[in-house]
């Protein structure tokens, strides 16, 4: 019998990206699980809406889909973006992973996969390094973008999260990392936390009236953004949505002086 999933070993990128450089007031990032919605009209509505409201930097998407010889690729005015696809079904011919685009051109990608396979479809799941220089000419944003291992152990869940906190501390600089990281239950939570504060991140808070429109399962938020070496400048949003049973989150950085 033919396996129906495997594992793509590559990343697609789109070059359309405005400028070289990320602006120093305008480190503004959504970031959305969007489901696999990506086809649907009603997502596109919606994101329209959002880029459009909020005109944010750097996109990052969890569970977006590319389908035929990804000849059908998203189309966002004014930025390139990098897709990189943890598996391909080989019977519908969907490529499924996460999209980091963005306005500014990067320096530098890496695609990491996790050293566990999820049970179901015995492939990985990965998350997106990219790094961009901005216009104050001193310091380089590391950028990640992850969808975190489900359905296994809570040590295969550590070791991806280790994966994470190596590439952090590799990094000479400030970080921002957001995504959809599976913590339903306290125990993933907690090491989550403790990890990421270990290598200075924190993690943005939101007010209670966007808090509830986080992604829940079994109590437990499952998107978070964390970052080190910047500032806040609005507080941050979750924004209500029905195409997809995550809502996007937004903030807005600058430098850390």
């Known amino acids: 019998m033919n396996r129906r999933f495997e594992q793509a070993d590559y990343f697609i990128e789109n070059h359309e990206y405005s400028r070289k450089e990320l602006i120093n007031e305008d480190i503004s990032l ?3 699980n969007i489901q696999k919605k990506n086809k649907d009209p009603l997502w596109d ?11 944010p930097e750097i996109i990052l998407l969890q569970e977006c889909q590319f389908q035929k010889g990804l000849e059908n690729i998203l189309h966002f005015e004014h930025y390139g973006f990098i897709f990189a696809p943890n598996f391909l ?10 999209l980091t685009a963005s306005a500014a051109n990067h320096q530098c990608v890496s695609v990491i996969r996790s050293h566990a396979y999820e049970p179901l479809i015995k492939v990985p ?14 310091q380089e944003l590391l950028v990640l973008n992850i969808h975190a291992i489900n359905f296994v152990g809570f040590w295969k869940f550590i070791s991806q ?10 990094h000479n600089g400030p970080v921002i990392l957001s995504g959809d990281f599976n913590t339903w239950n306290r125990k993933r939570t907690h090491i989550l936390n403790k990890i990421l ?3 200075g991140l924190e993690k943005v808070q939101f007010h209670q009236d966007h808090e509830k429109n986080i992604k829940k399962f079994l109590f437990h938020h499952l998107d978070h953004i964390y970052y080190r070496g910047l500032e806040l400048i609005n507080p941050a949003e979750a924004v209500k949505t029905k195409s997809s049973d995550h809502n996007p ?7 850390k002086l």
């Open 89 to 98: 079904d080989t019977f519908k011919d969907r490529h499924s992973g996460v």
């Open 125 to 138: 799941k990965i998350f997106l390094s990219t790094t961009y220089a901005i216009d104050n000419g001193h």
């Open 161 to 170: 999260i280790q994966q994470l906190e190596y590439s952090i501390r590799s």
């Open 197 to 199: 504060s270990a290598s």
């Open 249 to 255: 989150l937004l903030v807005k950085f600058k430098l």
């Open 45 to 55: 509505g919606e994101f329209k809406t959002i880029i459009e409201k909020y005109t």
């Open 30 to 32: 959504l970031s959305w």
